[in-house]
């Protein structure tokens, strides 16, 4: 792998953060510091686990900050 940004996951996990701040901005109001910045959040955390995990040095912390980057999508 020469960089996280060539990975397919990491294009579409940006992708999805960018989505997720379009469509929250109609939400109302009263939502906006619980659940559209959950969602948001949530959003950007799969791409930046990703990279967070390719800095690592080994596979198996890779392999971790991967599954949390599961679990927010």
Known sequence: ???VEDLDVF???H???????????SFPRE????????MRRAA???????????MRLGTKEYRQFV???RGSA
């Open 31 to 38: 939502e906006m510091y619980s659940l559209v910045d959950q």
């Open 44 to 54: 950007i955390s799969v791409g930046m686990n990703l990279m967070e995990g390719a």
């Open 11 to 13: 294009r579409l996990a």
């Open 67 to 69: 599954g949390i980057a």
């Open 1 to 3: 792998m020469n960089s």
């Open 15 to 25: 992708r999805l953060a960018l989505k997720i701040h379009s469509v929250t901005k």
